[in-house]
């Protein structure tokens, strides 16, 4: 398999997390870096031993090296980099969301397939092993005639009204933010799991802290801070610190979730559970290497991680002897893993089917969040305008 250059555009919480999984690939080589000024790129790149750094991201799509554009940068920069990616005639692996609306993501969609440019959205949950299992067990009739979906995911990382970050100022995270966020996780994977398509969509949003402190010094995500009077200015907050969302399915099922980034205890929470006329499942990422199997006539289940008990298919998303836990850095590791051998190996989208999610799939669930977000509004079931 031949050799891949790529470039990241971004080192906050999640590029190096892309870096990391790309060096363990062992054929992908990260050459250069961007960041907001050339003094914080040479940083990040003497920590990461990367070869070029550069202090404005244009500078990295001129770089006729980089193959690849990895745009890791906070949301409000999605499109605008990405769209500059892809008339740089680069290929592109952007963080969720594509963009902060549906008439962007379309663009940036039609420019992909326009120029035939592979193009992936990290939607890495998809690539965890149990997740591959339960969606072979879905796709071959296991699970059956599916009646209902529900889950929730939890987060206490905002919990305080002193918690902030960039995610909860509109104009930087979007209209929304815990749907989006969080939200379309759960979205993209129920939809990945059963071949279900989300047609309709009822929301309840609420802000729990209408009045955040912001510290006067940018803090990072995840990081907390006890912030003392002068540290801080008050800033009022529009976007949704909970949501509980109905759906309805294509395929005639029904479902809810809730959503919150204020449960105090729950650090990524991210459960859910199909249950199906031959029998239900349920998954919980805080606990990935184990599968709750349920039955009407018999014992339940618990299905361990071991690539030994994986559908044939499933067990490639296992690198690791059960009971060795894999988890969040193994999933970004299979989904590069995918994006990068469909590259080296010279196929287009257009032309091959992508094994991994797509700008489409990120279009998808932006229109899938507006239509909650209009649902919020006017306390009505609104259609997912597809």
Not at 292 to 320: H, Q, T, V
Not at 329 to 338: A, T
Not at 365 to 383: G, M, P, T
Request: proline share 4%; charged share 30%.
């Amino acid at each position: 398999m031949r050799r891949v250059k790529a470039g990241v555009i971004g080192t906050g919480l999640i590029g190096p997390i892309h870096v990391e999984a790309l060096r363990r690939l062992g054929f992908v080589d990260v050459i250069a870096l961007a960041e907001v000024d050339k003094e914080l790129a040479e940083c990040k790149a003497e920590q990461m031993n990367i070869e070029k750094a550069y202090g404005d991201f244009r500078e990295l799509l001129e770089d006729p090296e980089v193959e690849v554009v990895h745009n890791c940068t906070p949301n409000f920069l999605h499109f605008q980099i990405t769209k500059a990616a892809l008339e740089a005639d680069k290929d592109v692996v952007s963080e969720k969301p594509l963009a902060m609306t549906s008439s962007e993501s379309a663009e940036l969609v039609n420019l992909a397939n326009k120029k035939g440019l592979v193009n992936a959205l990290d939607f890495n949950y998809r690539y965890y092993p149990l997740i591959q299992q339960a969606r072979r067990m879905a796709e071959k009739g296991e699970i059956g005639e599916i009646y209902t979906v529900h889950g929730s995911y939890l987060q206490d990382w905002l919990y305080l009204d002193t918690d902030y970050n960039w995610r909860l100022e509109p104009e930087r995270g979007g209209e929304s933010r815990a749907v989006a966020d969080i939200g379309s996780h759960w979205c993209d994977l129920i939809q990945f799991i059963t071949g279900a398509k989300i047609t309709s969509v009822y929301g309840d949003l609420a802000t729990i802290h209408p009045i955040r402190k912001k510290p006067l010094v940018e803090v990072e995500t995840y990081a907390g801070k006890e912030l003392k009077p002068g540290e801080y200015e008050e800033i009022k907050i529009t976007t949704e610190d909970y949501a509980t969302v109905l759906l309805r399915f294509d395929n005639g099922a029904r479902g809810a979730f809730t959503l919150s980034q204020v449960s105090a205890g729950r650090k990524n929470r991210f459960y859910f559970e199909i249950d199906g006329s031959r029998k239900a499942i349920a998954w919980d990422q805080e606990r990935p290497n184990e599968m709750w199997i349920g039955y009407r006539e018999k014992p339940n289940e618990i299905l361990i991680k071991d690539p030994s008990l994986l559908d044939a298919e499933a067990k490639g998303y296992a690198d690791y002897p059960g009971g060795h836990p894999e988890g969040y850095s193994g999933g970004i590791k299979h989904f590069l893993k995918n994006v990068y051998s469909f590259i080296a190996s010279g196929k287009n989208p257009n032309r091959d089917k992508p094994n991994f999610s797509t700008f489409l799939d990120g279009h998808h669930e932006i229109l899938i969040c507006e239509a909650v977000l209009e649902s919020s509004r006017k306390k009505v079931w609104i259609d997912v305008k597809y």
